[in-house]
């Protein structure tokens, strides 16, 4: 799939140690299994009312809400755009504008607290083109650009600061509700890790070391948990291959499950046990339950769709019963709306769109 292969990095993506120096953590006693989920719903969508599409033609994904609920910031590929830009827009759809620079690639986008900056990740200031493509003829694979930085800038796009400077990928960056912490993805020490930061820039702290990914993190609304997807490779062969592509800026995104840890890294735990690429977690407003995108229903992964859980694994439930992909969900901060990147209505081969949508319980 087109969308999975340029979007999926984000909502992507060390000195690396080995399987015997970190032992696994603790899983949550009972994890959402292959075999835990009801798809027996009297109604289809039934968590889902009034769905309003905002987009129409392109690329267009992860979009996440300001903290007052009144906007809505995402990546696009449109018009005559190579790769995806950053843009903002009102949460109906109205006064879209682009928010990046225009040039290189960028992702993972999120808006401060204030609302007066915002937070994305870029590959400009190593090369204003587009970054190649992954070479897809020996198998899915997602690129990990070593030329990834994070940015912050006024949500005019002006202003633009740069927050990271290390050699290597660092991307994935989102924002806790008080403003005062980044948690971000990097290649830093050799593998990919999940970091957090302050919002200057500094005090970085790496929060996990197992071998594997880790990345694509968000902090709960109380700020004290993070949510993020893990691939941790444990048989040889497994290990062997990790560390291959990952020599060549590669990870094969067949397998993610959910995880949780508190927010300096203690106490993680294993949500999902699918065994398929499960993958964009976003806490409600409570805390108590995850969303997330898996193609854990398709034999042949192509298929992704909405689920939620409870933060320790069971009530697995699918939320979305559409064809072709529905990815990248994230709550209003009341809880009310919830909006999400999906294929639906798609008027084009590979186009894909952000919706919105009144969450009913």
């Given at each position: 799939m087109k969308l999975f292969a340029t979007l999926f990095v984000c909502a992507l993506f060390a000195t690396t140690f080995s399987?015997?120096?970190?032992?696994?953590?603790?899983?949550?006693?009972?994890?959402?299994?292959s075999n835990d989920d009801c798809e027996c719903q009297l109604t289809p969508e039934r968590h889902l009312k009034n769905i309003r599409q905002l987009t129409f033609g392109g690329e267009n994904a992860e979009a996440y809400f300001s903290a007052d609920g009144g906007?809505?910031?995402?990546?696009?590929?449109?018009?005559?755009?190579?790769?995806?830009?950053?843009?903002?827009?009102?949460?109906?759809?109205?006064q879209t504008r682009m928010v990046s620079t225009g040039t290189g690639r960028t992702t993972c986008s999120y808006f401060f607290p204030n609302k007066r900056r915002i937070l994305f990740s870029s590959t400009h200031l190593a090369d204003k083109a587009c970054p190649p493509a992954p070479d897809h003829s020996r198998g899915y694979v997602w690129a990990i650009y070593p030329s990834y930085d994070i940015f912050a800038a006024n949500t005019d796009g002006s202003n633009v600061k740069r927050l990271t400077s290390t050699d290597g990928y660092d991307a994935e960056a989102t924002i806790s509700t008080d403003g005062r912490k980044i948690v971000f993805t990097s290649m830093r020490d050799g593998d990919l890790d999940i970091y957090t930061m302050n919002?200057?820039?500094r005090n970085v702290r790496r929060l996990t070391s197992e071998l594997g990914y880790d990345g694509g993190a968000f902090f709960s609304a109380d700020g004290k948990r993070i949510?993020?997807?893990?691939?941790?490779?444990?048989?040889?062969?497994q290990i062997k291959r990790y560390r291959e592509k990952l020599g060549e800026n590669l990870i094969e995104p067949n397998i993610f499950e959910i995880w949780t840890m508190n927010a300096d890294g203690s106490n993680k735990r294993q949500v999902t046990n699918l065994g398929a690429?499960?993958?964009?977690p976003y806490f409600f407003p409570d805390g108590r339950r995850i969303i997330f995108a898996s193609n854990k229903h398709d034999s042949k992964g192509r298929n992704f769709d909405l689920y939620i859980v409870n933060t320790d694994g069971t009530n697995l439930e699918r939320v979305t019963f559409n064809e072709t992909f529905d990815g990248f969900p994230m709550f209003s901060p009341d809880g009310k709306k919830l909006v999400f990147a999906s294929n639906r209505n798609q008027k084009a081969r590979g186009e894909t769109n952000v919706f919105i949508a009144d969450w009913v319980e």
């Open positions: 399987l015997a120096q970190n032992p696994a953590p603790s899983p949550a006693r009972q994890t959402a299994s906007e809505l910031i995402f990546q696009s590929k449109r018009n005559s755009l190579l790769c995806d830009q950053i843009f903002t827009m009102r949460a109906d759809g109205s919002a200057s820039g949510v993020y997807r893990a691939y941790h490779p444990r048989t040889p062969e690429a499960s993958f964009a």
